[in-house]
């Protein structure tokens, strides 16, 4: 029993790890992974300009950081929805089914890889408020900074791995990518903290995780001490695992259904 | 010389194709609940960035300019639809060799866009100026509507001339309508006026339908003088026109291209 | 190639055994779709098998559920050993899959990447997988091209990326479906010959296809299918006896005369021209064929071929002359 668990567990770390691998790999020769980065300064440029033209040049924190959290959303739809759906069309989906790894870590394991063009699309978003409106965003807190950008990272490779395992089912992979993207920014307060939102939408939006990303990321820029930094971790943590457990669990049921129905290839 | 009879013929055509998209893209629930949603969204974001940084004025300064800044994004789905009789439906090689004034067909082809980008916008700034306090008389909301739509189709003529790149360059076709919508939001005026940039931006902005599309729009919602108005519809409607004109010769260009054995159909 | 061991002490286990197997798709409006209706097969461990019947027929229905992607609405599908609905982890580990055509591959990648990747998805460390596809490039002979883009390779490459794919765990039982379409005859050839090495390395393969000729030279057994049934399973050679118990003898040069005469031979049940001075004759085993030969041979023709009917013949017998019909 106790080799079996441990054999089980074996399967999904190669899972992850496979993935991993095979997503950067397979990003390195993409000209559609540096599209992915090509928004971040002119999101940079417009958030820095609503904020130096209104002589709010204090919230110029926000306009930087912005950019990154919407690059790591946008590159997680927009990769999770690809994956299941051109994996289809490819007739690749059932080959990856077929195969003993596990696929929902495979799914999790490349999204995660995905989650390095969070690094560049920051360094762009600040380079590029640099150059353009000399604002240099300091960051006074940096062990806060890093820890926040890796929870970040691997909790939206976490929700998109939920995410993604609706399109299993479903073909409308495109109309969910297109659809949840400024949803989520409003309610992640990207760039407005959502503290600042009526009680009912704060309440709604503090179950984004992003929410308790985007606080951190911005009070690790600010020389005051982070207040309550322990909460927010934890928050992110425990969201972040949510997510992943969810979307774990519910690949494996999508594709029990599939094979249920037979719909797992496109035919 | 086209005959206008064989124009409206090609751009028909090219619309009949662009409602079965445009069904295959959306149902009725999906374009309600998700697109619309998402529009308003967008333009809910930007309000609130708004609301934190301004007054009231500043408010619906932004969420006009949201509003058609998500009319931009929308409209320049036409670069990837352009783009679909050469990838997807294999139909382009058929289309090059029939005797179809391109231009007019791909005009008809992405239609869909910028008609439901009419909407979409209107019912954004609509639903936001309820939340802001801002109220429209039933004669505003029709010419708003009016001009919402012409805003729309004169950039959508600007989209078209994207599209005809896009076709040369499909695997691009996003990114290209993604970085031609930012810098339209960035610099046409949506969030920040025209006159915040330097002279060289704010003189390519002028180019662009939708800087003066947001004029007029602001024009009708701030009360000012009809004459005002027209002026910034007519700079619309004409830059509109000159990237159509542009639009019909790329198109032209790319076909005659693909002609002469380009790997456009191969 | 690491040849599974089969166990010599308890009788071997089979290595594919499908009992009573139904499988249906709900259709909105209209009655279930039936694909595969009460199918019992067993396959030994080291046959190699063919699955032969229309498009339409259930043959990949029945490969989907062997390969665990597809479950079966009831009965049961047993993989070494292994039931496919509720230990389908086990038989992923023991079965490999190609399925037909040239997709299911990542395009943008390499050769090499992509045998890398199926190596890691089937749990090979990374020294082993290194070997694995080193020997598998060589073997499907893209050795030379193997750190070229798939996406620059032409169909037959394609299919051999895929054999190559399937083979690259050593699965004791590999599941073929429909290998050769479209395959050059190059291709097809040296297709042929990796499916004999794989069976004398002692792998069990279940292959359908369209091309008789490739399933009687290669198979143990065949397996007609139609209409989501199984007709009839049986080895090449008996599957001949069986639809027909006559002998046919081609004879060049026959007379007019000698054409009747062969006629009133008792025992022939036709004489035709099959094409100018090539005379096709039906007789039963035995005297009938005797008699015949007798008679030919004295008229001074040599020019003599005897035959009994083919697989194709046996197939489109069972399977009915329905032209391009696909089945529903």
């Known amino acids: 029993m106790t080799e079996h668990l441990t054999k089980r567990r074996l399967t999904l770390l190669t899972g992850f790890w496979t993935g991993f691998e095979f997503q950067i790999v397979t990003m390195r020769g993409q000209a559609e992974t540096y599209f992915a980065l090509i928004t971040a300064p002119f999101f940079a440029l417009l958030y820095m300009s609503i904020m130096e033209y209104s002589g709010r040049s204090d919230l110029n924190t926000h306009a930087v950081i912005a950019p990154m959290l919407m690059t790591l959303w946008t590159a997680a739809l927009s990769f999770s929805g690809e994956m299941i759906s051109a994996n289809r069309e490819n007739g690749r989906l059932e080959l990856l089914l077929a195969s003993p790894t596990s696929f929902p870590m495979l799914v999790f394991g490349r999204l995660c890889a995905c989650m390095l063009l969070g690094l560049p699309s920051f360094a762009m978003s600040y380079v590029s408020a640099g150059l353009a409106f000399g604002y240099w965003m300091p960051i006074h807190h940096p062990g806060v900074f890093a820890g926040a950008l890796l929870l970040t990272a691997l909790a939206t490779a976490a929700a998109a791995t939920a995410l993604s395992s609706a399109f299993v089912l479903t073909l409308g992979a495109r109309i969910v990518q297109n659809t949840l993207s400024f949803p989520v920014y409003l309610l992640g307060g990207v760039i407005v903290p959502v503290s600042l939102f009526p009680g009912w939408l704060e309440g709604i939006s503090r179950l984004v995780f992003l929410s308790w990303s985007a606080d951190l990321l911005r009070a690790s820029a600010s020389p005051e001490p982070v207040e309550n930094a322990g909460l927010h971790f934890a928050m992110l943590l425990l969201l972040g695992a949510a997510s992943l457990a969810f979307g774990l669990l519910s690949i494996v049921w999508f594709l029990h259904r599939a094979r249920q129905l037979g719909a797992l290839s496109k035919e | ?266 | 190639m690491n040849a599974p061991s089969p166990t010599r002490k308890r009788p071997p286990v089979k290595a594919i055994e499908i009992q009573g197997l139904n499988r249906s798709y709900e259709v909105k409006g209209k009655p279930d779709h039936i694909a595969l209706k009460d199918v019992n097969l067993t396959i030994p461990q080291g046959e190699v098998h063919s699955l032969l019947g229309p498009n339409g027929a259930g043959k990949t229905t029945l490969c989907r559920i062997l390969s665990t992607v597809l479950l079966p609405t009831s009965g049961s599908v047993r993989v070494m050993g292994h039931d496919v609905a509720k230990e389908h982890h086990r038989v992923k580990k023991c079965l490999g899959v190609v399925f037909g055509g040239d997709r299911g591959l990542y395009n943008q990648l390499t050769a090499r990447q992509n045998l890398n990747f199926w190596a890691s998805m089937y749990e090979l460390g990374r020294a082993q997988r290194r070997r694995r596809v080193t020997e598998l490039l060589d073997r499907v002979g893209l050795a030379q091209r193997a750190d070229e883009a798939v996406q620059g390779f032409s169909r037959g490459m394609k299919q051999r990326l895929h054999l190559a794919r399937g083979l690259v765990s050593s699965p004791a039982v590999l599941i073929l479906d429909e290998p050769t379409v479209g395959m050059d005859p190059v291709a097809a050839r040296d297709f042929r010959d990796l499916v004999r090495e794989l069976r004398a390395d002692g792998h069990t393969v279940l292959m359908t296809t369209h091309d008789m000729p490739e399933a009687a030279e290669l198979s143990d057994r065949v397996s007609f299918i139609d209409n989501g049934e199984l007709a009839l399973t049986e080895s090449p050679d008996v599957i001949g006896n069986i639809v027909s118990s006559q002998e046919r003898i081609d004879v060049r040069g026959m007379t007019d005369t000698l054409r009747r005469r062969a006629a009133h031979i008792p025992g022939v049940s036709s004489v035709t021209e099959t094409e100018p001075g090539l005379t096709r004759i039906e007789a039963e085993f035995g005297e009938a064929v005797r008699d015949v030969l007798m008679l030919v041979i004295e008229a001074g023709i040599t020019d003599i071929t005897r035959s009994r009917p083919s697989l194709e013949e046996v197939y489109l017998h069972l399977i009915g002359r329905r032209g391009m019909t696909v089945a529903q």
């Not at chain 2, 028909?12 to 998402?38: E, H, N, P, S």
């Not at chain 2, 909301?141 to 896009?166: D, H």
């Open chain 2, 1 to 266: 010389m086209l005959q206008p009879v064989q124009a409206a013929r090609a751009v028909a055509q090219g619309m009949v194709v662009a409602i079965a998209d445009f069904k295959a893209f959306y149902t009725w629930r999906t374009w309600l609940g998700a697109w619309l949603v998402r529009i308003v969204c967008q333009v809910a974001f930007y309000s609130m960035i708004g609301h934190m940084v301004g007054d009231s004025d500043y408010v619906v300064f932004v969420i006009i300019g949201a509003a058609m800044m998500a009319c931009v994004a929308e409209t320049l789905m036409t670069s990837a639809s352009s783009t679909w009789d050469r990838t997807t439906a294999g139909t382009l090689p058929l289309l090059v060799g029939s005797p179809v004034e391109p231009g007019f067909f791909y005009f008809g082809r992405s239609v869909m866009w910028p008609l439901s980008a009419t909407v979409t916008t209107s019912v954004a700034i609509l639903t936001l100026s309820f939340f802001f306090d801002l109220s429209w008389t039933p004669v505003q909301i029709v010419l708003l509507l009016l001009l919402v739509l012409l805003a729309s189709l004169s950039t959508y003529c600007f989209a078209l001339v994207v599209g005809s790149f896009a076709m040369l360059y499909p695997g691009a076709r996003n990114v290209m309508s993604a970085v031609v919508t930012v810098w339209v939001s960035c610099f046409c005026g949506t969030v920040v006026p025209v006159d915040f940039w330097p002279p060289a931006v704010q003189w390519a902005a002028q180019t662009i339908p939708m800087t003066h599309g947001l004029e007029a729009v602001r024009g009708l919602e701030g009360g000012a003088p009809a004459a005002e108005v027209t002026v910034h519809t007519a700079r619309t409607l004409l830059s509109g026109a000159a990237w159509f004109l542009l639009s019909l010769l790329l198109f032209r260009r790319n076909f005659s291209a693909a002609r002469r054995g380009n790997a456009l159909v191969g």
